[in-house]
């Protein structure tokens, strides 16, 4: 079973060499930390950044330079700072290759419910309504149940949604799955889980063909 880490550095596997990636609050945010340093990755926050970097060390944040989560971040030489304009432009253009978002739920047809919990303070859907309706490259970093062991990957989505039909992977501390017309397809195994375990947790239906690898973290 894998931590918030291993989730975010199994992901970091997806990011190719030139893209764009926009990342989500919380576990998307580690993901910047994992991806290999023999590729060319610029990192998109929303708020209107370009060329995030890692994480800052403690003692070396500088609190005038955050993410959309308002997370102190660190920037890579070039990065670039603008506004919420020509962020959005850059979303709404489809020019980011990768959206990685964190989700409270999503079905198995794809639909994503990441925004609110009825009944709960919220600010708002914030930037994540732009990018899973421009985004063709989502994949969504969660744990597979809830705290009260409920799971998160539905037949339905039962909060209200963020976008529909757009989630395209999802990796959590379970598994690797795709999404397919069929349903959820599972593609891997977290070290030491269970297809039993996986099928347990999954209330959608979950496709399994063949023999279901460990991930390689």
Not at 40 to 56: A, D, K, R, T, W
Not at 99 to 128: F, Q, R
Request: glycine content about 12%.
């Amino acid at each position: 079973m894998l931590d918030k880490n291993g989730i975010a550095k199994r992901i970091a596997k997806e990011v190719k060499d030139g893209y764009y990636v926009n990342l989500g609050i919380g576990i998307p945010t580690l993901v910047a930390n994992f991806v290999r340093d023999d590729i060319s990755v610029e990192f998109q926050s929303e708020n209107g950044v370009l060329g995030m970097g890692p994480f800052p060390f403690e003692g070396e944040e500088d609190a005038d330079i955050i993410n959309a989560g308002k997370q102190t971040i660190t920037t890579l030489p070039g990065a670039s700072f603008f506004d919420s304009a020509l962020s959005f432009g850059m979303i709404r253009g489809q020019h980011v290759h990768l959206t990685i978002l964190g989700a409270m739920e999503v079905a198995e047809n794809g639909d994503i419910a990441n925004w609110k919990i009825p009944g709960k303070m919220v600010k708002g859907m914030g930037g994540a309504m732009d990018l899973v309706a421009s985004a063709e490259n989502i994949i969504v970093a969660m744990m597979h149940t809830n705290r009260a062991g409920e799971s998160k990957l539905l037949k339905r989505c039962t909060l209200p949604l963020t976008g529909v039909g757009c989630v395209t992977k999802i990796v959590t501390n379970l598994a690797v799955l795709e999404v397919t017309p069929e349903g959820f397809k599972l593609l891997e195994r977290a070290p030491g889980v269970s297809i039993e375990e996986i099928q347990a947790a999954t209330k959608g239906k979950l496709v399994v063909e063949g023999e279901i690898p460990e991930m390689q973290i």
